[in-house]
Structure formats: structure tokens, C-alpha cells
Nanobody, 120 residues
Framework: QVQLVESGGGLVQAGGSLRLSCAAS????????MGWYRQAPGKQRELVAS???????NYAPSVKGRFTISRDNAKNMVYLQMNSLKPEDTAVYYC??????????????WGQGTQVTVSS
């Protein structure tokens, strides 16, 4: 069994910064891609950023240049540094990771989500 736990959400004014963290735990054998998604009220969940085990990154056009994703493979952690936040960044942010255990092939797992609210 594996688990993802996010932290670092909160309320911030437009132009401010937040850093999200996500810790993977459990009977982890391998972690492939890790990423952050977000879902605003009334909208579909969308990819914000992802990072491969080797460090290659991918960003949604709306956050490119403002957000930075990183990971620490030794600690099974992934981070999202969010700068120059805008009200339209307001959403619940979810951590996602493709993880395998000794008994299973890699499969995607989700955290419980953390709320990010940007006031204008």
C-alpha cells in the first residue's frame, strides 16, 4: 500500500508565492513520473506540472515561467514552487505519482489535495 500526502497550501495575495510539498510513503519499490494537478470549482482536473525520475519537466502553458516542479528521489518527495500567483491559480492541488510496489506494477496514485486560494 502506498500513500501521497500534500502540504503547503493556503491563502495568499496575488503576486505572492507558495511552496507545495508531497511525500510518498508505504511499500514503495519504484516511483516513476510525479506531478501536480489542480481542479478549480466547476472545472476539470488539469495537469500543472510533471517531472520524470530523471528530472525532465513539463508545464502547463498557464504556469510556465511562474511555477517550478522538483523532486528528491532519496526522500520520495515532489515539490511545486509557485511564484507570481494569480487569482486564476485558485484551486485544489493534487499530487500524483506513478508508483510500484514489490507486489504490483507501477500505477498512478493521488493525494488528498490541498487548497490554494489567491486573493486579488
Amino acid at each position: 500500500q502506498v500513500q501521497l500526502v500534500e502540504s503547503g497550501g493556503g491563502l495568499v495575495q496575488a503576486g505572492g508565492s507558495l511552496r507545495l510539498s508531497c511525500a510518498a510513503s508505504g511499500r514503495i519499490f519504484s516511483i516513476n513520473a510525479m506531478g501536480w494537478y489542480r481542479q478549480a470549482p466547476g472545472k476539470q482536473r488539469e495537469l500543472v506540472a510533471s517531472v520524470t525520475r530523471g528530472g525532465s519537466t513539463n508545464y502547463a502553458p498557464s504556469v510556465k515561467g511562474r511555477f517550478t516542479i522538483s523532486r528528491d528521489n532519496a526522500k520520495n518527495m515532489v515539490y511545486l514552487q509557485m511564484n507570481s500567483l494569480k487569482p486564476e491559480d485558485t484551486a485544489v492541488y493534487y499530487c500524483n505519482a506513478v508508483m510500484g510496489t514489490i507486489a504490483t506494477m507501477p500505477f498512478p496514485s493521488w493525494g488528498q489535495g490541498t487548497q490554494v486560494t489567491v486573493s486579488s
